[in-house]
């Protein structure tokens, strides 16, 4: 089974400043799907973001950017211009073609903004 | 977008009752869906597989006996806890990937199912 890591079970960032969310995975297979959830209190998991394995462009979406390295096996997301709703459980997946769908997740890390 | 529905969103039971979850989806054919379980502050936990019209596939570790998967229709996927005791209480989330409207290489999660077993 893939493994993916998140290093930092807590972060914390100033209203309006970036922080950055490390993931990394392990897997021998070239072709893939990441993904970046966020489980805010309500525990309804939202999907921020995605990124194919085989595009080297990084995904955006609004204040969301990733930073997707192939080579290092890592998928680290970046917040831009927190604000106060960002605050949550962001979860880094993997989701490999091969295995039905399914998603293997990493620890999570909880992510919180300050006013 | 895709929206995934679970019933009941919390249930509270006794010891040794068997308690029924619900995950549908509402407006597209879901091929796949998957249960996870969730500890607090934790991650999910995948539990069991299961594609419409075939026998779930379980994780290692998880009893299949216990925890009984159906997936009889495209929009409905049902895990049933049985002979529940106060260590299966822990929150419950299904998640659901199709074809169609969908690119299948998503999953479109319930909103989740506390079970709380006394």
């Known amino acids: 089974a893939q493994t993916v890591t998140q290093s930092q079970p807590e972060m914390s960032v100033q209203e309006a400043e970036t922080v950055t969310l490390s993931c990394t995975y392990d897997t021998s297979e070239s072709d893939y799907y990441l993904f970046w959830y966020k489980q805010p209190p309500s525990r309804q998991m939202i999907l921020v973001i995605r990124?194919?394995?085989?595009?080297?462009q990084n995904a955006t979406e609004n204040r969301f950017s990733v930073n997707f390295q192939k080579a290092a096996k890592s998928f680290s997301l970046k917040i831009s211009d927190s604000q106060l709703g960002d605050a949550a459980m962001y979860f880094c997946a993997y989701r490999s073609p091969n295995t039905g769908n399914q998603f293997y997740f990493g620890t999570g890390t909880s992510l919180t903004v300050i006013p | 977008g895709a929206v995934v529905s679970q019933h009941p969103s919390r249930v509270i039971c006794k010891s040794g009752t068997s308690v029924k979850i619900e995950c549908r989806s509402l407006?597209?054919?879901?091929?796949?869906m998957f249960w996870y379980r969730q500890f607090p502050k934790k991650s999910l936990m995948l539990m069991a597989t299961?594609?419409?019209?075939?026998?779930?596939?379980?994780e290692q570790g998880v009893e299949k006996d216990k925890f009984l998967i159906n997936h009889a229709s495209l929009t409905l996927s049902t895990l049933t806890v049985t002979s529940a005791h106060p260590e299966d209480s822990s929150f419950y989330i299904c998640s659901a990937s199709g074809w169609g409207m969908l690119r299948n290489n998503e999953q479109f999660f319930g909103p989740g199912t506390r079970l709380t077993v006394l």
């Open positions: 990124q194919e394995a085989y595009k080297q």
């Open positions: 299961s594609n419409e019209g075939s026998k779930a596939t379980y």
């Open positions: 407006d597209f054919q879901a091929t796949t």
